[in-house]
């Protein structure tokens, strides 16, 4: 079956680094993508890795190994306003997205 | 419109009746997509739509949910004698096409309650 996991919950200190792991498990493979979801709003689209390596833009950055089916997102410099759940989700052999349950990133002070 | 339009944002309704939610895409966006998402959940696949293509309807859940896309642009996902399990905020997304770097982009939701 296809299967997108990511830890439920991970707490981190303003202005220190976290980093959010994915491993996936889908048939077929066309990018795997990062969403950002504020609670109670819709997600919004953080990152894009189809080529392993690292993706760097800004405070995030986002790592791909095809070969092990695993993803990070590092978010540097932390801040209060990135508290949020990070959504993880795999571009599949038919191109619909399968989606990870989401990690509920909390920030404390 | 700039973004993807969804209608109502909440609706409050009783057990057995029918809800229609209306998602209004971003223009030239031939993909569309319905989820939904339950409290503390991640995102439940529903109905795709991609151009004049037949829809993917694998992930509905029961017959008692149906949609459409007129026109290519405006859908409206319909749910029949709600039940309070549909209790849920059903996301809409669009896309420009699908394939390779095409992110979706999503409405703010509707937030359905079934007393």
């Known amino acids: 079956g296809q299967n997108i996991d990511q830890p439920t919950e991970m707490t981190a200190t303003e202005g220190a680094i976290v980093q959010i792991n994915c491993t996936y498990q889908?048939?077929?493979?066309?990018?795997l993508f990062w969403y950002q979801q504020h609670a109670g709003e819709a997600p919004t689209f953080l990152s894009y890795n189809v080529l392993d390596g690292l993706e760097e833009k800004g405070r995030f950055s986002s790592f791909l190994s095809r070969s092990k089916g695993y993803s990070y997102l590092l978010l540097k410099e932390l801040q209060m306003k990135d508290s949020a759940s990070y959504l993880c989700?795999?571009?599949?052999?038919?191109?619909?997205?399968?989606w990870g349950a989401g990690t509920k990133l909390i920030i404390k002070p | 419109g700039a973004g993807v339009s969804q209608s109502p944002s909440n609706k409050v309704t009783e057990k057995g009746k029918d809800v229609e939610l209306r998602c209004d895409p971003i223009?030239?966006?031939?993909?569309l997509y319905w989820y939904r998402q339950s409290l503390g959940q991640g995102l439940e696949f529903l109905i795709y739509?991609?151009?004049?293509?037949?829809?993917?309807k694998s992930g509905l859940p029961s017959d008692r949910f149906s949609a459409e896309r007129t026109g290519g642009s405006v859908s409206t996902l319909t749910i029949q004698r709600t039940q309070q399990e549909d209790s849920a905020v059903y996301l809409c997304?669009?896309?420009?096409?699908?394939?390779?770097?095409?992110?979706?982009?999503f409405g703010d939701g509707t937030r359905l309650s079934i007393l």
């Open positions: 989700a795999v571009s599949g052999s038919n191109y619909q997205l399968i």
């Open positions: 889908t048939s077929g493979f066309n990018g």
């Open positions: 997304a669009s896309s420009p096409s699908t394939g390779g770097f095409q992110p979706q982009h």
């Open positions: 223009s030239g966006h031939t993909a």
């Open positions: 739509f991609q151009g004049n293509s037949a829809p993917d």
